[in-house]
């Protein structure tokens, strides 16, 4: 699985600036502690397209992208 945010160039993993305003929101907001349910509300009323095009994020996709999640990824494969 492939983060939100990033596409695979050959073997490395690169950030998708097209999305990169998304992922940094998403962030932002769990930084500052939002709840995952409170995330979909606030990408849905902002009418941010979920990683599948639907107009609402569930809160699975945001724990699947949440940055706890990311940076381990990002530890694991060396891109940090």
Not at 48 to 69: C, M, N
Request: charged share 25%.
């Amino acid at each position: 699985l492939i983060p939100f945010g990033f596409y695979k160039d050959n073997k490395e993993y690169r950030v998708d600036n097209t999305k990169a305003e998304t992922i940094q929101l998403i962030f932002e907001l769990y930084l500052n502690g939002f709840s995952l349910k409170r995330i979909t509300e606030n990408l849905a009323e902002k009418h941010i397209l979920s990683p599948a095009g639907k107009d609402k994020w569930t809160v699975q996709a945001i724990d699947t992208y949440s940055p706890t999640k990311n940076i381990c990824a990002s530890f694991r494969t060396n891109n940090l």
